[in-house]
């Protein structure tokens, strides 16, 4: 008796997207977000080159999914002889090779390139529309062979880019980076955290004349902080946010998340609760990388700003 319930097998192929389609038409934002997703985009690929590539992610035994974007403009670009490489790198069993075509109306190109006062890469000095539509017939073949083709003619940029997600998040590595830091506010908020948490609201250690000198690693300063009634409440409302946020970080492609917790000085109370919660973390299955960046950082009172 089988149990349905089980999932299916890792796909060991090497897994390769072919983005291409009309100039205008959304392919560098698709390359972005499958990047997003972990694939490893190219962008403007010499397309004859391909076996060659292959061949070398072979000799290093790399197996991170390809996104090769292509088109019109890139060198050696004959649609059917692009169609009979891929077919025959199609036939080899260790390969999983895929072809988006990115399709747009004509008349909605036409306003993208008097919007952006761009010039068609077919038009020469012709007008915009002729070049579009000498590209939309160059680009026929590939079209009606493609495996997927998204018409973004409606699309705005974000709904490309949650077409793309929807499309092909579930074929994508799912390994999100988490990463946990405690920093001092006194020596400057970091700049690229996606969550900040203020710890500012604990009891100080600092003022503590035999914790100035340890750190939030240290068992006694642990000990001191937990003692603050607002320590628990506070700290497990924001485990159960995390909890919430993370996974829908994942689902929506994001790569990395930064959580920052900070106090004054970035030594006591910021320290121990990333350390807390990147154990708590861990034991719900994440795998965080904890930073702590002001950590050797000299005690000052002149930092912490004695209390009232």
């Known amino acids: 008796m089988t149990d349905d319930s089980q999932s299916a097998p890792f796909d060991e192929r090497q897994r390769i997207l072919l983005v ?10 698709a390359l972005r977000v499958l990047e997003d997703l972990g694939w490893e985009a190219i962008d403007n690929f010499p397309i004859r080159m391909l076996g060659g590539l292959v061949e070398q992610a072979d000799n290093i035994g790399e197996r991170t999914p390809l996104a090769i974007g292509f088109d019109s403009r890139t060198r050696g670009f004959v649609p059917q002889d692009i169609i009979e490489s891929v077919k025959q790198l ?12 990115l399709d747009c109306a004509s008349g909605e190109l036409e306003r993208r390139y008097n919007e952006t006062r761009r010039r068609h890469p077919m038009a020469q000095e012709r007008p915009v529309r002729v070049g579009i539509q000498a590209e939309r017939e160059l680009l026929e073949p590939l079209r009606r062979w493609a495996d997927a ?10 709904q490309l880019q949650q077409s793309i997600r929807e499309q ?8 999100m980076s988490v990463i946990i830091s405690s ?16 710890m500012r609201f604990l009891d100080n250690p600092h003022w503590i004349d035999e914790l100035r000198e340890q750190t939030g690693l240290d068992e006694p300063v642990g000990v001191h902080i937990r003692k603050d009634p607002a320590f628990d409440a506070a700290f497990i409302q924001i485990r ?12 929506q492609g994001k790569s990395y998340v930064n959580i920052a917790f900070g106090c004054t000085g970035g030594r006591h109370r910021s320290v121990f609760t990333a350390a807390q919660m990147a154990h708590a973390l861990q034991n719900e299955g994440f ?22």
Not at 20 to 29: E, R, V
Not at 90 to 100: A, N
Not at 149 to 157: G, L, N, R
Not at 296 to 306: C, K, N, P, T, V
């Open 168 to 175: 092909f998040a579930s074929s994508a590595p799912q390994n």
């Open 20 to 29: 291409t389609g009309l100039s205008g038409a959304g392919k560098t934002t």
């Open 240 to 251: 159960d946010l995390l909890l919430t946020l993370l996974p829908r970080y994942q689902a």
């Open 149 to 158: 083709v998204i018409d973004t003619s409606a699309f705005a940029s974000n």
């Open 90 to 101: 199609s036939e080899r069993d260790d390969l999983l090779i895929t072809t988006l075509f």
């Open 183 to 198: 920093f001092g506010f006194a020596r400057g908020t970091p700049p690229l955290a996606d969550l900040v948490f203020d």
């Open 287 to 308: 795998s965080p990388t904890v930073l702590h960046r002001n950590l050797g950082s000299r005690a000052a009172d002149e930092i912490e700003g004695r209390q009232g």
